[in-house]
């Protein structure tokens, strides 16, 4: 392809992101992120530039790529007075990755309109290891002919476009996201109370975990999530934080369409217990801290 791609976010998701698609033989012209630290060193791996200045990020790429953290930092790289990726951005597409309000998906498609660019949003519900070896799974909302015009890259990023789907106009994409994390994240926390008890009850745990995948107490999370729950192995691939952040999403856009969530609202709330507790640096599979008997931080009682 001939188009210059730059990378707004560079943590492990989006680095990940810029190897893969550097790999396969796309132009990688600029990588930029909010720790100027971090763009710099990915910078020197891939031999491209790193801007410190959002509209030098746009003056140097066709189709600008981010994954940024949250609504916040959204709204922040897109705005609408001084530093901002909109800065000459006619002609340009935005491929944005994060995991945000549909919202601010739909108010970031007007924006990138206002200036003749494109935007799409390019959900993903897959992990660091997917996004580097290119097995993203893809879920898209935007414009048929701004997707069409970028899919030979994302089909790159999603096992040759086996796991890329178009779900339709802005904010749709991200609405079918929240639901998979709000899925996602009561399996989690219903897997986490489930081995906690069974420890509690002096169950042997590697056989509860077969019993369970052999039953309707099955799942995605009881793979990828078990053993680490059991050996406290929580080192991060998606943390109790995004988990916290996402099932906020999913919960209010329920409360918007005046559905009453129990489930959601619960995994919400042992979500939001562990980013309190100072765990949300955590991967997800941490919440298992909070019912794992003698586990979790200990809370100081107050004196009488």
Not at 26 to 40: F, G, K, L, N, W
Not at 80 to 104: E, M, W
């Amino acid at each position: 392809m001939s188009e210059r791609i730059a990378i707004v976010g560079v943590g492990r998701m989006g680095a990940n992101m810029a190897r893969r698609l550097k790999e396969t033989g796309h132009d990688i012209t600029a990588v930029y992120d909010a720790r100027p630290e971090s763009a710099e060193a990915l910078a020197k791996e891939l031999g491209c530039a790193n801007p410190l200045k959002l509209a030098e990020v746009t003056a140097l790429a066709d189709v600008i790529i981010t994954v940024v953290t949250d609504d916040k930092a959204m709204e922040k790289v897109f705005a609408t007075q001084g530093d901002s990726l909109l800065t000459g951005a006619k002609g340009r597409v935005f491929i944005n990755c994060a995991t945000v309000s549909p919202s601010t998906h739909v108010e970031i498609e007007k924006r990138a309109s206002k200036v003749k660019a494109g935007s799409l949003e390019a959900c993903m519900a897959s992990s660091i290891n997917q996004a580097r070896a290119g097995t993203l799974n893809l879920m898209v909302g935007g414009k048929t002919e701004v997707f069409e015009k970028v899919k030979p890259l994302l089909v790159k990023l999603s096992d040759e476009g086996k796991l890329l789907r178009h779900i339709g106009k802005a904010g749709q994409a991200a609405q079918v996201k929240a639901l998979v994390n709000m899925v996602m994240n009561i399996n989690t926390a219903g897997l986490a109370e489930g081995l906690g008890l069974g420890q509690a009850l002096g169950l042997d745990l590697k056989t509860l975990m077969e019993v369970f995948s052999q039953t309707g107490a099955n799942s995605r999370v009881l793979v990828t999530d078990g053993e680490d729950m059991v050996n406290r192995d929580h080192a991060c691939f998606f943390s109790g934080a995004h988990a916290a952040k996402d099932s906020g999403i999913a919960y209010e856009l329920g409360k918007q369409a005046k559905l009453e969530l129990p489930l959601a609202k619960a995994a919400l709330g042992q979500f939001r217990k562990m980013v309190k507790l100072g765990l949300g640096d955590l991967d997800k599979s941490g919440v298992a801290e909070l019912t794992f008997k003698g586990r979790g931080p200990k809370v100081k009682k107050a004196k009488k």
